[in-house]
């Protein structure tokens, strides 16, 4: 392998391992909305206060955060595994 090709499969080896941590912490990140979401807004105060507005809209801003922050992380996950699949092809291509 030439030393540009070993370059760019380490940056994209290093940029997928950095995809997938994000991934892994924006479901940290949901979990703790979720939790947070449970403790809230899901008893029986909370559903009350939320029926009359005197939450003010939060318990629908935190699940539509939840749901973005959701979707941003699974992206991230998808594509640093495609970059790392796209990086080990890259090598066994040029093994051969």
Do not use: H, N, P, W
Request: net charge negative; with cysteine; glycine share 12%.
């Amino acid at each position: 392998m030439g030393t540009g090709k070993t370059v760019l499969v380490t940056v994209l080896v290093i940029t997928g391992l950095l995809m997938l941590a994000l991934s892994f912490v924006a479901s940290i990140v949901v979990d703790t909305i979720d939790q947070r979401i449970a403790d809230e807004c899901e008893d029986e105060t909370g559903t009350i206060g939320e029926i009359i507005g005197a939450d003010e809209g939060q318990c629908q801003d935190g699940r539509d955060m939840r749901d973005r922050v959701d979707s941003i992380g699974q992206m991230i996950g998808y594509l640093g595994a495609a970059i790392l699949v796209i990086s080990v092809i890259m090598v066994a291509i040029r093994k051969r």
